[in-house]
């Protein structure tokens, strides 16, 4: 009976350092592919700008010309909900100058923090530490 509680505890130790270190590479992971999308519709955008001379009216209008096959499912949403930023000259035409997360990596759950060496006791989650931000372009 000892041995089980012993197996039981090893166990439970092993899980308590494992499973936050696989949730943070799942969160880091969701950061990268969401940087990826990102940058693949921005260059998507230029390109569409650079052929036609002016930005387009919607992110579908990069896939009815052909310029992405589909628009990319934002993995921290899972969907295609991208917030579309518009020129700031007045001059130029079309509605998409740029695109962000509507929840950008920033606001994941990056890693667990052990408590700080003040004996605060207290569990913090630390944020996406040194990612670009959505609206850097």
Same mark, same amino acid.
């Given at each position: 009976?000892?041995?089980?509680? $012993?197996? +039981? ?5 092993? =899980?308590?350092? &494992?499973?936050?270190?696989? =949730? ?8 990268? $592919? ?5 940058? =693949? +519709?921005?260059? *998507?955008?230029? !390109? ?9 009216? *919607? ?5 009815? !010309? ?18 579309? $930023?518009?020129?700031?000259?007045? !001059?130029?035409?079309?509605? $998409? ?5 509507? !929840? ?27 990612? &670009? ?5």
């Amino acid at each position: 009976m000892i041995e089980l509680i $012993v197996v +039981m505890a090893v166990i439970g130790l092993l =899980l308590s350092i &494992a499973v936050p270190r696989y =949730l943070t590479a799942l969160d880091r992971g969701k950061a990268q $592919v969401q940087q990826q999308n990102l940058a =693949l +519709m921005r260059e *998507a955008i230029d !390109k569409y700008y650079g052929d036609n001379g002016r930005y387009p009216d *919607a992110l579908d209008d990069l896939v009815t !010309k052909r310029y992405l096959r589909a628009i990319p499912i934002d993995p921290i949403t899972e969907a295609t909900d991208w917030v579309t $930023v518009a020129p700031t000259d007045s !001059k130029q035409s079309g509605r $998409v100058y740029d695109v962000q997360s509507a !929840k950008p990596a920033s606001q994941l759950r990056e890693a667990y923090r052990p408590p700080d060496s003040e004996g605060s006791g207290s569990v913090t989650v630390a944020g996406e530490e040194g990612a &670009a931000s959505d609206a850097e372009r």
